[in-house]
């Protein structure tokens, strides 16, 4: 539940002095980056539910700046998606998280778009 997860981030976040990072850190902390990191989709949800959860949220030390950041992205979705194409075909095979640089870069891209994919 929604709830739960907002309650072990801010306590989370408390002990840490940061925000968790998604697929980084021990398995709470790779949990919690996930969680957050899915709460993106709140921006595109005009709903009284998500805009309160977004409202919850937002009270968590670091999720203003992070939602800033979210809502002017640095890259436009379909500019990642030809870079991403792009290094497919050149290299024959799907980028892994685990090699440096742009590789890991493209290989966290594609598994963001799997977990939003699987919320439907």
Known sequence: EFNDWLDLLYEWVHEQGRLPKYAEGNATER??????????????????VQKERLRALLKIPGVPELVEHWRHPRVAFESRVSEFEAWVRAHGRLPVLARPGNEARLANFLRKQQDLFALG
């Open 31 to 48: 949990r919690l980056g996930e969680f957050l990191n899915l709460q993106r989709t709140l921006l595109e949800d005009e709903s009284d």
